[in-house]
């Protein structure tokens, strides 16, 4: 299976919306963690943080399944 993350991520809100339009990070080491992830089936979290009308992915949290 081949697995393609372009340039955004879908995540779904506290308010159980989807964010569609969130930005990979550019940090290597997040970015390698969130694409082993999503290709091994993991349950991710991510962190959000938001700035000046920015948003970037600070934080990954791996929930499973185990």
């Known amino acids: ?3 393609n993350i372009i340039l955004y991520v879908s995540l779904l ?3 159980g919306n989807t964010k569609d339009d969130l ?3 550019t ?3 997040l ?3 969130i694409k082993d992830g999503f ?3 993991k349950d991710l979290v991510v962190s959000v943080m938001s700035a000046m009308g920015e948003e970037q992915i600070c934080a990954l949290k791996d929930i ?3």
């Open 1 to 3: 299976m081949i697995i």
């Open 64 to 66: 499973g399944p185990e």
């Open 23 to 25: 930005r990979l990070p």
């Open 31 to 33: 970015l390698t963690q």
């Open 13 to 15: 809100t506290e308010n």
């Open 27 to 29: 940090d290597e080491n």
């Open 39 to 41: 290709a091994n089936g």
